[in-house]
C-alpha cells in the first residue's frame, strides 16, 4: 500500500505538465505528502504536512506523521504551531517556527502518550527557477531532546506541483523522505 502511495506522488508531475512550469517566488501555503524512511529499526510512514501564509511574514504550520517499525511498534504525531518568514534576498528566505507536538507509541506491551514542543530556524531559497532547496537545525523535546540538521531539494514541475527529497541528520536516527507538495495560489 505504501509503494502504491509513493508510487502514486512520484507519478502526479506527469499529470501536471500540461501547466505552466516555473515560479518567480516561495509560496508558504501548500499542502506535502511524504513518504518517510527511518534507519532506525526498520521504520516506514507517511508524513502529512501543511502551511498557510497569514500575510505580513507569518504562517501557520501543521502536520501528521504515523510510522510503522519492527516489532509492531508504531509512532504517531500530531503538530501544530506557527512561524515567521524573513526575506533574506530576492532568492532566499530565513524561516523560524515553533510547534506544539502530541506523540503517542504504540507497542505490543503498552502505549505511551507524550507532548512537547519542537523549533525549527532555516534557509529555504532557489539555487535555480525550477529548483528550491531548504536546510535547518531543528529541536524536538517530547520525553527525550534531539537535535537534528534537516537537508531538503525539491523541483517545480509547474507553479502548483513540486516534488524532492530530504534527509534528516539526528543523534538517534537518519531519516530519509521522498514526496510531493502542492501550492494553493
Known amino acids: ?11 502526479a508531475p506527469a499529470l501536471a505538465l500540461a501547466q505552466d512550469p516555473g515560479r518567480d517566488d516561495l509560496s508558504y501555503t501548500y499542502a506535502e505528502l511524504r513518504y518517510v524512511d527511518v534507519d532506525e529499526n526498520g521504520g516506514d510512514g507517511l508524513r502529512f504536512n ?5 500575510g505580513n511574514n507569518w504562517i ?3 502536520g501528521i506523521t504515523s510510522i510503522e517499525f519492527n516489532q509492531n ?6 503538530e501544530l504551531g506557527g512561524g515567521y518568514v524573513y526575506p533574506y534576498n530576492s532568492d532566499f528566505d530565513l524561516v523560524a517556527t515553533a510547534r506544539f507536538v502530541d ?8 502505549d505511551a502518550d ?8 532555516g534557509l529555504r531559497g532557489l539555487i535555480a527557477p525550477q529548483f528550491e532547496v531548504r536546510g535547518s537545525v531543528n529541536y524536538v523535546d517530547i520525553a527525550d531532546s534531539d537535535t537534528y ?17 530530504s534527509v534528516e541528520f539526528a543523534g538517534d536516527s537518519d531519516v530519509i523522505t521522498v514526496g510531493g507538495r502542492w ?3
Open 1 to 11: 500500500m505504501k509503494k502504491r502511495i509513493l508510487l502514486s506522488v512520484l507519478c
Open 183 to 185: 501550492f494553493f495560489r
Open 103 to 110: 506523540a503517542e507509541v504504540d507497542t505490543p506491551v503498552g
Open 149 to 165: 540538521l534537516e537537508l531538503a531539494g525539491d523541483y517545480y514541475f509547474t507553479r502548483q506541483f513540486a516534488a524532492g527529497l
Open 50 to 54: 501543511g502551511s498557510y501564509d497569514l
Open 60 to 62: 501557520i504550520v501543521g
Open 114 to 121: 507524550d507532548s512537547g514542543i519542537a523549533l525549527s530556524a
Open 73 to 78: 511498534v508504531d509512532y504517531t504525531a500530531l
